[in-house]
């Protein structure tokens, strides 16, 4: 954290001053271990069997915060008799279909639940996928309250389940997998565990160390599961906290330029299911929760994408959205590519040939296409390939003979356009122009706005059914200045919705199914409430409360917390005065009593700590008083996910796709059973155990750059402060292979070879794993052959494997290593074909299938 | 007034003829919550345009500026560290380690705050970024032939680079090896602790971007006094070798106008650990040259007087 | 450089006490006035006050004299830091936290202060590139005819690649166009773009966050 935001690292180091112990969980020694209490070195990529052991620990001994634990989470739920673990499957669940590589998920359901055909094998295997990831604002679905058995006894109720899934990631089974030593676990278990319960909370921050992982969205499960076991969710100085690594990619994710999902995580309609919008919403309507209004969201994104042109009677023009047919993620897009089967490719702003893993594979889909139009502030590598990428030193391409037609057209930066970014806690800021952009650079906004109104003018008469979409658009919006800006506040406007009256909305509860309503993104509703940009707000921190709600605006309804509702007890009082932050107060709403506190409750505001609701309510009528969860539909947390997460209803660890031990804690299962792969010949997997490819990497930024590089390797200021690329490893590995400080290595995997100078520090440790020594090497990712400070694209040696869940890769794989520089030309592909067949990598592995 | 060379001086802006004169301002980087991030190198380069300084991997770990000079007025050294130290046995197991009495909790704050404590190996890191210390008797300044180098009203030590004219001398004077000439314009270039900044209110750029308050700018008095209290309770943590530098007036350059609390030796960080002004004799030198000068000068009057005999 | 004044001060060399004497004994030799100033004043040594350059005293801070002061927010990471950007000239000429911001208070880490250089970087490609088929070399090209260009091209390739149904389903989409955009753009930015595609047909729309 102190490595990649520092200035958010100003409140860790303030704890810290106030008598917090920070904990840093990190296979090297960073910045963040320079200044934490406790280094926990860790092997890359085992963090499921270290939380899992810290489960463990607490549900072995039930020292869970046992009150929070009853009355929020799903502890007590009953889950139904088919339900069989890993312990009794070896390393899989129920349900694994090896054929398709997925699992069924019907026997991880509550008891009682009804059979869902939804997820009969024969459907599209991304089906899965898709849906998951509308669970970014609110949970899966699952149709009943579960029975409970609030003794926790009950040998498949939730908290027994989980005791006896983790019973085996014991102190010593965590030294096994992960290199830690069992003193040390003990004391990070025991510091949590003393730090948990009414007075006090831990916060866990995590970054893409958790993510990037075929297993990601368990490792994250894992995190939850544990702070939810010391009763550390909704509670302030708790959470589980996302450090996410750019300016708005929480705001990506919210109004997504993602394939599966429309803004506000409302799915992308399917093929196989959603032709119709009574079909689109089937699944969720009625829920109980918000998310079973989801039927007044989905048409108020319809009436603000289609105007007047999508009525009640053309189902508010549902059939204008495409549909989905599978994977159309830019790994397989990528593959496409390659292929020949897409003509166009617009980069906004992303470098994949230095920052997407695999790049030879990300340029051979760039070489590929018809045209390709790269919008950035530099001239990036991605824009570049043709003329100096390494697969033209390789001679793997010839400049003459790559077809593609490459615009490079100049972006605006920052201070010269208005608009919004969304942190990493879901706060919306306003950044407004400063200076006009120079010469031919525009916005986003200008460049997206101006392509559709020259698309539309040129189909303009066109009586083709196809267009009715673009020529049906709402596409009208303010222009300003000499370049014609398209008014981002419009924008805004236009994302926050608008009533039947014309005028800007408040809330998302004001959302209407009947047409009346327009909002962009459901859950940005309220940013432009009463006419105000509140996202502009900037009154001084110092001049309002410590939750400063009166500085931007935060999504949902601006609550700074999200199911703060737990910060208070059943009975709606503060656990402790120490940690008040919402609570129900029963002399407010003349003396009927209401939520208040420091922050906005995410809560229903009259709703009664003991209310029961009515036995047949749907929507936030079936919310209970002591239901904090208020997206999930049962209104917990869950221990145990019955729905909505593709690899298993318990975090489960497995080895990465590469990796030099066997898994010590399911052997007969390696990897996660449930992984995507890309079998391809230019995404050649390196065998498990390889001793070609014995050593493990793992890719990471440093302070001073900026992911791919495009926003710092081209500044003399922090070009000069990290200058080269540079592998760091421990000085046993540099004795191991004659690697010299300062000097030259090569490192090789079966994608590539690159080069980095090498930094031997005793700061990367060798971990004693499953009987043997692993040895780790650190590679900061930020560097291509342009700009200031240039060196080889880690990227390039990542292999992409990835989550079922969200499609995110591992960024972690085996190498081998050497003194020296890499070859050069045609003798680069040379070495890696050699290290290939030492190691045996199949020839034809992975031609497409 | 006291124009002396050395030694405590209570008011160094008034003794540099400032009647009516603000606070002396300082620097105390407090180097036990340095992250190394070098925010503070970026925003002085920024604010001063200072030009890039070269792009050399040094392999002194993170730290790639390697020493204040013209170019760099800020710098963030990175100090690794491999100590032995009580190493959890990998061989015991949990209970029999709690059988042993080891320590299953650390104490928030028990352990050096540059020392997380990783098991068999102890990796220390150190961190701290260096600046032009704005002697109390700056060497620099006294040596100045021009009148470039002057004391402002803040009691900072600040070029004037309307007036240098590059001779130098303030190069070898300096005790600490800050100020430096600049290769392609021949003139010499430091911090001047923002002087444009404070002049109307503003931090300088360097303490207003550091993320954790490693810099603190503010009236030397009290960060001397917090300063104190700080390395108190370091001490009282079990911090032992926490302990200020360039914090005393008593110190051989009277004390600095930007001072440190450090984790170790000063050398570990590159620092002179008893730094002295180098015009400290100055005074006494100049005495007895003045003395052979008169006597030479008396001598050839009396030839004179002699001769118009 | 030197001023005939300043040459007259620069005599004045070491600044010691009994030599500062001395010199005030040969002070008809210099005429002016910082000696002057030296020599009579309360910094006899000049040291100090008396040492002050015209530069000096005209020091500005560039932060107090620019036409504007506009609230931004840095575009590095996530944790959305406040920025001040000065403006002088229609030019940016400093950039620095917000002291405001209850999430940053003021402070930058080394990308966040590296935000002018960023943003007036020489580095910045400000002209339209083109690169043709098989091309060697980029070529310039006209913004507005780089737009009707690629308006053009995206209308062929979704006709190109139309599918009105895969699988005997309907799925009205192109799978011609792709798209993968930065996590660096505004809401308002991906919100268009999200929306145009949709309309356009456009399926394989990506984004960092999905790196």
């Avoid at chain 1, 596409?475 to 994302?495: F, K, N, Q, S």
């Avoid at chain 1, 209310?611 to 999930?632: K, L, N, R, T």
């Avoid at chain 1, 930024?701 to 070009?719: D, F, I, K, N, W």
């Avoid at chain 2, 900072?156 to 005790?175: E, F, L, M």
Wanted: hydrophobic letters at 35%.
């Amino acid at each position: 954290m102190a490595e990649c935001h520092p200035v958010g690292f100003q409140y860790v180091m303030e704890a810290k001053r106030r008598g917090a112990t920070i904990i840093h969980v990190d296979p090297r020694f960073t910045r963040t271990s320079a200044v934490s209490d406790i280094h926990v070195p860790i092997r890359a990529a085992s963090d499921i069997a270290f939380l899992g052991g810290l489960i463990n620990h607490i549900v072995s001994n039930e020292l869970d915060f046992r009150e929070y634990v009853l009355a929020y989470t799903n502890a007590a739920a009953i889950i139904g008799p088919d339900f069989v673990d890993t312990e009794d499957l070896a390393g899989l669940f129920s349900g694994f279909d090896p054929e398709q590589a997925t699992y069924n998920h019907d026997s991880w359901k509550y008891e009682g639940s009804p059979t869902d055909t939804r997820h009969k094998k024969g459907t599209d295997e991304d089906l899965d996928a898709s849906r998951a990831e509308a669970a970014g604002s609110g949970g899966p679905r699952v149709h009943i309250k579960p029975q409970l058995d609030e003794t926790l006894q009950h040998p498949r109720c939730v908290y027994q389940l989980l005791k006896k899934h983790f019973a085996r990631y014991t102190p010593e089974m965590v030294h096994e997998v992960c290199g830690i030593e069992p003193a040390q676990f003990q004391q990070v278990a025991d510091t949590l565990v003393h730090n948990s319960g009414r007075e006090r909370t831990t916060a866990l921050a995590y970054a893409v160390g958790w993510t990037h992982h075929s297993t990601g969205s368990q490792i994250i499960r894992a995190g939850a599961i544990l702070q939810l076991l010391l009763g550390n969710v909704g509670r302030p100085g708790g959470g589980i906290i996302a450090l996410r690594g750019h300016a708005s990619i929480q705001g990506s994710t919210d109004i997504p330029t993602l394939y599966n999902l429309l803004p506000g995580y409302l799915p992308m309609p399917h093929a196989s299911q959603h032709q119709s919008l009574d079909d689109w919403v089937r699944a969720d309507e009625g829920a109980a929760g918000f998310w079973g209004n989801i039927r007044d969201y989905g048409v108020s994104l319809l009436k603000s994408w289609w105007g007047d042109a999508a009525t009640a009677e053309n189902d508010f023009c549902f059939d204008y959205l495409p549909r989905l047919t599978g994977d159309h993620g830019t790994y397989r897009t990528v593959l496409d590519q390659i292929e020949g089967k897409i003509a166009g490719y617009f980069l906004v702003g992303e470098n994949p040939a230095v920052g997407s893993s695999n790049g030879k594979m990300q340029r051979r889909g760039l070489a590929n296409l018809d045209w390709l139009v790269v919008r950035d502030l530099v001239m990036i590598e991605s824009a570049t390939f043709w003329a100096d990428g390494p697969e033209i030193e390789t001679g793997e391409m010839r400049t003459a003979d790559i077809g593609t037609e490459v615009f490079f057209l100049p972006a605006a930066s920052h201070t010269e356009k208005s608009g919004t970014f969304t942190n990493t806690q879901r706060l919306l800021q306003w950044h407004h122009e400063a200076v006009a952009p120079p010469d031919d650079c525009r916005s986003e906004l200008w460049f997206y706005y101006h392509l559709g109104k020259r698309i539309r003018d040129k189909l303009a008469g066109s009586t083709d059914e196809r267009d009715r979409p673009l020529l049906d658009l709402t596409w009208e919006y303010p222009e300003h200045g000499v370049h014609a800006e398209p008014d981002a506040e419009a924008v805004l406007r236009e994302i926050n919705g608008t009533g039947p009256d014309g005028a800007a909305l408040s809330s998302y509860t004001e959302l209407a199914a009947d047409g009346s309503t327009r909002s962009g993104c459901w859950i940005y509703c309220g940013v432009y409430a009463d006419e105000v940009n509140q996202s502009a707000r900037r009154k001084p921190g110092h001049e309002q409360s410590w939750v400063a709600p009166e500085w931007g605006w935060a999504w949902p309804a601006n609550r700074r917390t999200l199911y703060n509702r737990a910060s208070a007890d059943p009975d709606g009082k503060p656990w402790s005065e120490r940690k008040a932050y919402v609570w129900w107060d029963q002399t407010l709403a003349d003396g009927q009593g209401r939520w208040t506190g420091h922050d906005i409750p995410d809560f229903i505001a009259d709703r009664h700590p003991h209310h029961v609701p009515a036995e047949g309510a749907q929507g936030p009528d079936a919310i209970g008083g002591s239901d904090p969860f208020i997206m999930m539909t049962d209104g917990k947390a869950w221990l145990y996910a019955p729905a909505g997460v593709v690899d298993g209803p318990m975090p489960t660890h497995y080895e990465p796709p590469e990796s030099p031990v066997s898994n010590p804690l399911y052997p007969d299962q390696q990897h996660n059973p449930a992984r995507r792969s890309y079998p391809h010949e230019i995404n050649a997997r390196n065998p498990d155990l390889s001793e070609v490819y014995p050593f493990v990497f793992t890719t990471y930024r440093v302070t001073e750059h900026h992911t791919a590089g495009g926003m710092s390797r081209t500044l003399p200021y922090l070009s000069e402060l990290q200058p080269e690329f540079f592998c760091e490893v421990s000085p046993g590995l540099a004795t191991e292979r004659g690697l010299e400080h300062l000097g030259w290595a090569t490192i090789t995997s079966a994608r590539t070879a690159i080069e980095a100078r090498v930094l031997v520090t005793d700061r990367m440790r060798p971990l004693r794993v499953a009987g043997q020594v692993v040895h780790q090497i650190g590679l900061p990712y930020h560097w291509g052959p342009n700009g200031l400070s240039t060196g080889d694209a880690a990227n390039d040696l990542v292999n992409v494997t990835v989550d079922p869940n969200v499609n995110i890769q591992d960024k972690v794989g085996t190498c081998a290593i050497a003194p020296g520089r890499r070859p050069r030309g045609p003798a680069l592909l040379q070495h890696v074909a050699e290290h290939r067949r030492r190691a045996g990598v199949p020839v034809d592995e992975g031609k497409t299938p | 007034m006291s124009n002396r060379l050395s030694g405590p001086l209570d008011d160094v802006t008034g003794d540099a003829g400032y009647e009516a004169h603000p606070e002396r301002m300082g620097f105390f980087t407090d180097t036990s919550v340095c992250i190394g991030c070098k925010a503070c190198e970026v925003a002085c380069k920024e604010w001063n345009f200072v030009p890039e300084d070269g792009l050399l991997l040094t392999g002194m770990s993170y730290d790639n500026t390697q020493q204040l000079d013209a170019n760099s007025w800020r710098h963030v050294a990175f100090v690794e560290q491999t100590k032995p130290v009580q190493a959890p046995s990998p061989t015991v197991n949990t209970s029999a380690s709690t059988d042993l009495g080891m320590p299953t909790v650390g104490l928030p704050g028990a352990q050096d705050p540059q020392a997380a404590d990783n098991g068999d190996i102890g990796v220390r890191w150190l961190m701290s970024s260096d600046v032009c210390k704005h002697c109390t008797h700056a060497a620099c300044l006294d040596v100045c032939p021009t009148g470039s180098l002057f004391r402002t009203e803040f009691g900072t030590v600040v070029v004037q680079q309307d007036i240098c004219n590059g001779c130098g001398y303030c190069v070898p004077a300096c005790p600490y090896g800050v100020i430096d000439q600049r290769k392609d314009d021949g003139r010499v270039f430091k911090c001047t602790m923002c002087y444009d900044r404070l002049g109307v209110g503003e931090q300088p750029a360097c303490a207003k971007a550091c993320p954790t308050e490693s810099i603190q700018f503010g009236p030397l008095d009290e960060l001397r006094e917090r300063a104190q209290q700080r390395v108190e309770r370091l001490h009282e943590q079990g911090i032992d070798e926490a302990r200020l530098y360039g914090e005393s007036p008593d110190d051989g350059v009277g004390g600095d106008g930007a001072f440190f609390l450090l984790l170790d030796e000063p050398e570990v960080y590159g620092m002179p650990p008893d730094p002295v002004v180098t015009t400290r004799d100055l005074a006494a030198m100049w005495r007895q040259a003045g003395a052979a000068a008169l006597t030479l000068t008396v001598g050839v009057a009396l030839s004179f007087v002699g001769r118009s005999r | 450089m030197l001023s005939g004044p300043r040459a007259g001060c620069r005599l004045v060399g070491v600044r010691v006490a009994w030599l500062a004497v001395a010199m005030r004994a040969a002070r008809t030799f210099v005429e002016g006035w910082p000696v002057w100033r030296q020599l009579t004043g309360s910094d006899p040594l000049g040291r100090g006050h008396a040492a002050r350059s015209r530069a000096t005293d005209e020091l500005q801070n560039r932060n107090a004299t620019a036409d504007r002061v506009v609230d931004s927010i840095c575009p590095y990471c996530a944790v959305g830091c406040g920025q001040k950007v000065f403006v002088k000239d229609e030019k940016v000429t400093q950039i620095e936290g917000d002291p405001a911001s209850p999430i940053s208070r003021g402070r930058l880490c080394p990308k966040g202060s590296a935000s002018k250089q960023l943003v007036t970087s020489p580095d910045r490609v400000t002209t339209v590139r083109y690169r043709r088929p098989g091309g060697t070399e980029w070529e310039d090209l006209d913004l507005d005819t780089a737009m009707d260009m690629i308006a053009d091209r995206v209308l062929a390739a979704r006709r190109s690649h139309w599918q009105d149904e895969h699988d005997g389903r309907r799925v009205r989409r192109t799978t011609g166009i792709s798209s993968l955009g930065g996590a660096t753009l505004d809401n308002e930015e991906n919100y268009l773009m999200k929306k145009l595609y949709t309309a356009m047909g456009a399926v394989q729309i990506e984004n960092q966050a999905r790196i």
